[in-house]
């Protein structure tokens, strides 16, 4: 059974930092690319960011890009989203999500290509 495990949310000021983990387990982590999406209250989910299964390919929504870094360690099974210059309309809970078939070429943006997902880690920032 796979199971994505999120931490690392939490209460942050405008400006600040924060930096997410995704721990995976299940199957071979490292055959398979990731991604971070998040919902807002009353919104959709929406994309973040991804990676994919080698950590050489990465792609950013144009709200976070230049802001935040997603990153990934094989050997420790885990992902990472470094978060900087946060703003209030970054608050949501943050989901990390598993692809669907391994050692896919490139990244997706699409929710319809992740079959895992964990169960989500609040990030709340205050103007």
């Known amino acids: 059974q796979v199971q994505l495990v999120e931490s690392g949310g939490g209460l942050v000021q405008a400006g600040g930092s924060l930096k997410l983990s995704c721990a995976a387990s299940?199957?071979?982590?490292?055959?398979?690319?990731m991604g971070w999406f998040r919902q807002a209250p009353g919104k959709e989910r929406e994309f973040v960011a991804a990676?994919?299964?080698?950590?050489?390919?990465?792609y950013y929504a144009d709200p976070v890009k230049g802001r935040f870094t997603i990153s990934r360690d094989n050997a420790k099974n885990t992902m990472y989203l470094q978060m900087t210059s946060l703003k209030p309309e970054d608050t949501a809970i943050y989901y990390c999500?598993?692809?669907?078939?391994?050692?896919?070429?490139?990244?997706?943006?699409?929710?319809?290509?992740?079959?895992?997902w964990g169960q989500g880690t609040q990030v709340t920032v205050s103007s």
């Open positions: 999500a598993s692809r669907r078939q391994p050692r896919t070429y490139g990244t997706s943006s699409f929710t319809k290509d992740y079959d895992y």
């Open positions: 299940g199957r071979t982590f490292s055959s398979y690319g």
């Open positions: 990676i994919n299964w080698s950590g050489g390919i990465t």
